[in-house]
DNA sequence: CATCTATTTCGATGTATGTCGAACCATTCG
DNA sequence: CGAATGGTTCGACATACATCGAAATAGATG
């Protein structure tokens, strides 16, 4: 069964397999992107992160994601928008495991 | 075709997961496991590394890898064999992966 | 407009970490 | 034994970075 996977190949920069690397490095950061995958999309203000800490923390990881291309944000309303870019993650973790 | 597979399935702690997700994280230290991976084995005095950083740093990354559980370290005479745990290493792409 | 909510930006702060030199330990070899 | 080789350990240092509070921005809402 093929289940709806990526429709092109992504070719990583150097520069970006280890910034994406880098963020995913930090467990806080993991954990919100682990949150946003498992949402397939979702609400910045509606992570568990809230909980625990700053908004301004919450912002500078979701800025890391982003840059690192992991994450997609999108502003909608007053709220931000966040889904996990897969084709990006699939090729860091498709590189990776070549090693 | 099967590709002489890992035998045992290996769960990791999450507390092994960040480690090794820290450990990735820095592009040295990454370089280093390739050199090793790609070797299959290799006396740590092989490494490229020494071009570029004093042994203190190399051991010190040494220690982390290893710490991590992604490289074995077996000393043999007055050198240092290196090797990479590929069932961690595999299980930490797999966990990964599965997101 | 005034206010509330969601988010960002800025500056400061404490801690983590990559790096080094120097000293040290272990092994080999003359 | 004494020197050379390969690694490790130990501070020290500089930079990176997670975190925060406070202030700013932007949209919704009364």
């Known amino acids: 069964m093929k ?6 190949k992504i070719t990583l920069t150097d520069e970006q397999f280890t910034a994406i690397s880098r963020a995913l490095a930090d467990p806080r950061r993991y954990a919100i992107l682990r ?3 498992a949402a397939g999309e979702m609400a910045c203000c509606r992570l568990e992160e809230h909980e625990v800490i700053s908004p301004a923390t919450i912002s500078h ?6 840059e690192a291309g992991l994450v997609e944000v999108e502003r ?4 931000a928008n966040l889904r996990v870019c897969r084709l990006v993650f699939e090729a ?8």
């Open 3 to 8: 289940t709806k996977g990526p429709r092109k």
């Open 35 to 37: 949150q946003i995958a």
């Open 61 to 66: 990881h979701i800025k890391e994601l982003n």
């Open 76 to 79: 909608e309303g007053r709220e």
């Open 92 to 99: 860091y973790v498709a590189r990776l495991a070549s090693l």
